[in-house]
């Protein structure tokens, strides 16, 4: 609980920090959870608690908070080149590098890369080259961008308005020709008595009848995470991908995978593309990118998307866009490290190891009266809490059901993230069987506390 004193953290958090993203009722009675290091996979606090962050950190830590490989890149690059751009034609020699490993770790055969400071950006850059491209092949109406009710794509104005949640209202968001197609999540979106396969039909048949709609000459882009992450990790309906798109491919409109979350490792592949087996026409990456060592983004560009991009920058000698830190030598060293960490550190090798692990700790879960549905895809799952299990009927909004459950585990030790009725799971990729089963004994005894206070 909340240390009053007013010169406590808590206090001195509260007096000059703007929390985002946070449930600000728990933080007036809790206070603020303030941390100052990491072993492993654990966090510790100002009060020398210990909690495992089965989190890793916001999905990105997954090399645990102390790799001395990765922090030693950081140091040798700060000794060498602390600094630079990627303007003007210059550029480090560790962006040159990154890029060439991120073309070459890609499901592309070529491409090009252009670097930002988060996933938001990558996702804003991404629709500002799409609309680039309309306008200089002659379509300046090819603006409207669709993604899935339920996803994320960031935060800014623009990768805001691609996602689909409520929230973003308060902001007077979604902008204009942002189109959100249902949440491909079967168990909750799914009809009585509508098969896996025709809830996918279904979804396929809603893309067809939205592009016939708005118009095909309109349609800028689709954009999807292979599973939803921030929606609550929701694994797409089999045969999804393909069925879109076959629809998209129809059409010749671009497909993205955002890969923020789901890119280097998360499911279980290096891409969750390669995960659900479909081929995009770019990649967003982020997160794992630097295994949370570094802010970084990246807009991965497929052939066809390189070589019509190019076509549209050399003919007014630009592309007009950019950031101060695209391409910071020091971030590129740190995921140049983190890559090589993650591919040949055994990293990739425990994700696949653990799943069944994982998968068979979700469904011990899903044995409690009040948990309707457990989902995931490997190191990334969820549960989902019910009043009653067989409607499906959630709980009262007022009880905010699952940020208790989050603040029971808090107080166990455990770190965990609500989203909506759902407590999501990402545990870092160097997580120990012994950690996970840590992870999911605290866990089922704060469902069961929660869950006994609210009956």
Not at 142 to 162: D, E, F, L, Q
Not at 254 to 259: A, G, H, R, T, V
Not at 414 to 432: D, E, H, K, N
């Amino acid at each position: 609980m909340r240390d009053e004193s007013p010169n406590s953290w808590e206090a001195r958090a509260d007096a000059h920090s703007f929390y985002g993203f946070t449930d600000l009722p728990s933080v007036n009675e809790r206070g603020a959870v303030v941390l100052t290091h990491g072993q492993g996979p654990y966090v510790f606090d100002v009060h020398g608690r210990q909690y495992l962050d089965a989190n890793s950190g916001l999905w990105n830590m997954v090399a645990g908070f102390d790799h001395p490989g990765l922090a030693e890149a950081a140091k040798a690059q700060y000794d060498r080149f602390p600094g630079y751009h990627a303007f003007f034609g210059r550029m480090s020699d560790q962006t040159v590098m990154l890029s060439e490993k991120l073309v070459e770790v890609s499901p592309f055969e070529r491409g090009k890369v252009f670097y930002t400071n988060s996933g938001s950006e990558a996702n804003d850059t991404m629709v500002k080259m799409l609309w680039f491209l309309g306008g200089s092949e002659g379509h300046a109406n090819k603006r409207k961008i669709i993604t899935r009710k339920n996803g994320y794509h960031g935060v800014t104005a623009v990768s805001a308005s691609m996602t689909g949640k409520p929230y973003n209202e308060v902001f007077g968001l979604p902008l204009d020709g942002f189109l959100h197609l249902t949440c491909p999540h079967y168990w909750r979106e799914g009809r009585e008595g509508e098969s896996e396969a025709d809830f996918t039909a279904r979804l396929a048949r809603e893309l067809e009848e939205m592009i016939a709609r708005e118009g095909a000459d309109t349609i800028a882009g689709f954009f999807a995470e292979p599973v939803l992450g921030a929606g609550g990790v929701i694994p797409p309906p089999e045969g999804y991908f393909q069925a879109i798109q076959s629809v998209l491919r129809k059409h010749g409109i671009p497909l993205i995978s955002d890969e923020v979350i789901c890119g280097f490792g998360r499911t279980g592949a290096v891409w969750g593309a390669e995960t659900y087996d479909f081929m995009p026409d770019a990649i967003i990456s982020s997160k794992n990118l630097t295994a949370g060592y570094f802010p970084m983004g990246a807009v991965i560009l497929g052939p066809e998307l390189t070589d019509r991009l190019q076509a549209a920058a050399d003919a007014i000698e630009e592309f007009p866009h950019g950031f101060t830190a695209s391409g910071h030598p020091v971030g590129c060293a740190v995921a140049l490290k983190a890559i090589d960490v993650i591919l040949n550190e055994g990293l990739m090798e425990n994700v696949r190891a653990l799943t069944p692990k994982f998968e068979a700790g979700l469904n011990w879960l899903l044995e409690n009266p009040n948990i309707g549905e457990a989902r995931g895809k490997g190191l990334m799952g969820a549960v989902e809490a019910v009043r009653d299990k067989a409607t499906k009927t959630p709980f009262e909004g007022h009880l905010s059901v699952s940020e208790r459950i989050a603040n029971t585990c808090t107080d166990h030790g455990l770190i965990c993230r609500p989203l909506g009725q759902a407590v999501v799971l990402c545990p870092a990729f160097i997580m120990t069987e012994p950690q996970m089963d840590e992870m999911f004994e605290k866990l089922d005894a704060a469902l069961r506390t929660v869950f006994k206070e609210v009956a």
